[in-house]
């Protein structure tokens, strides 16, 4: 069985704003996105706009126990309900299925200095990093931690209790997300499904984890294709999520299609000159893609692959619009490939396309075409 499966709903949340509008708006625009270059100097980023939870996330308590990773992904995760036409509906939520992409928590991060303090005059710095894990980390800061809360979250916040997964790892992790999830619905094993991910880049973790594999732009922005050699990508804090469901069940219950997805195609390369090429030009087959308008690219800004890339597109789809989602939102890691879909739907949507297609490719590991057609 390979059904169509259909986008009925999308919630975003980014430096550009939250929701479609604001966000089809900067992706027709040219101006550079919201960076903030001054808190985390050298190291731009493109920071969370000012949002009023109480709209998704009523309880203050609720509020409060979530980090802010979480709450940007409850946030949007009630927009795509909300926009779905099923945010009251209380037996479709609880069939609901979830396929969450995310990465881990936030850090204490005076624990973390003290053991990285104390470990440069250790005598036996093993022995000294063991005790201080066992003794200086406390379980509840172990379990804020964990990828799979944001899926805990939206279920207790909006009542989505349908069976759960949780992909973690970087770009790939929302390529598979997506992937799993259409193939559910494409397949017949389920007929409606909530799909995305999060990501907060405002935190001093994982600006030293990225700068220590030397992927991060510094100072001042500038597009993703014209970073050069320097290259980097600028994290962004940012959420997405999308309902999809069979076209089938959405027409029964009076809902707007506004895209179709078809097979999301990944691929994993061992990367090496021309690998990025190579699988992009085999997924670009996968997907069926025939001749888009649009190509929205997750490109990150890392040298030598940003621009292997985009001399590949440029080869694979010469008469479409090329954007980079890095030039609108930033990167935001395992949100990339949701974000550009949920854009791709919404172009769709509004007649401004009749074919999206939507890449990602990691900034080590990992490659996904997907394509959008009108529903």
């Known amino acids: 069985m390979s059904r169509p499966v259909v986008v009925t709903g999308l919630g975003l949340v980014s430096c550009a704003g939250e929701g479609v509008d604001a966000h089809l708006a900067a992706l027709a625009g040219e101006a550079a996105p919201r960076t903030d270059s001054e808190t985390f100097a050298p190291y731009p980023v493109h920071p969370a706009p000012a949002i009023a939870w109480d709209g998704q996330i009523p309880k203050r308590s609720d509020q409060r126990q979530m980090e802010a990773w979480q709450r940007l992904g409850v946030y949007a995760a009630g927009l795509a309900l909300d926009a779905a036409g099923v945010k009251d509906e209380g037996?479709?939520?609880?069939?609901?299925?979830?396929?969450?992409?995310?990465?881990?928590?936030?850090?204490?991060?005076?624990?973390?200095?003290?053991?990285?303090?104390?470990?440069?005059?250790?005598?036996?710095?093993?022995a000294y990093l063991n005790e201080r894990l066992q003794n200086d980390l406390r379980p509840t800061l172990f379990l804020a931690q964990l990828s799979n809360l944001l899926a805990g979250n939206i279920a207790i916040v909006h009542g989505v209790t349908g069976a759960s997964r949780t992909f973690m790892g970087e770009e790939s992790a929302g390529v598979d997300a997506l992937r799993i999830a259409q193939a559910r619905v494409a397949s017949g094993q389920i007929d409606a499904i909530l799909v995305g991910g999060s990501y907060s880049a405002e935190r001093p973790d994982v600006l030293v984890i990225h700068e220590m594999g030397g992927y991060l732009a510094r100072d001042a922005y500038r597009p993703v294709f014209a970073r050069g050699e320097a290259g980097g990508f600028i994290l962004g804090s940012c959420a997405a999520f999308l309902m999809l469901e069979s076209a089938a069940h959405a027409a029964a219950r009076g809902a707007r299609a506004l895209a179709r997805l078809e097979t999301v195609a990944s691929d994993r390369t061992r990367r090496r000159p021309g690998s990025v090429a190579d699988s992009l030009e085999a997924l670009w087959r996968q997907a069926g893609l025939s001749g888009p308008d649009h190509v929205l690219s997750g490109a990150t800004g890392v040298a030598p692959i940003t621009a292997e890339e985009h001399d590949a597109l440029a080869r694979l789809a010469p008469g479409a619009r090329l954007r980079a989602l890095g030039d609108v939102i930033g990167h935001g890691l395992e949100v990339a490939a949701p974000f550009g879909t949920a854009l791709g739907a919404a172009l769709v949507a509004g007649g401004s396309a009749r074919e999206v297609a939507v890449t990602a490719v990691g900034h080590r590991r990992g490659e996904g075409v997907l394509r959008l057609v009108p529903a």
């Open 91 to 126: 037996a479709f939520k609880q069939a609901l299925h979830l396929v969450v992409a995310a990465g881990g928590g936030e850090r204490d991060y005076a624990a973390d200095g003290a053991i990285l303090t104390g470990l440069r005059d250790a005598a036996d710095p093993g």
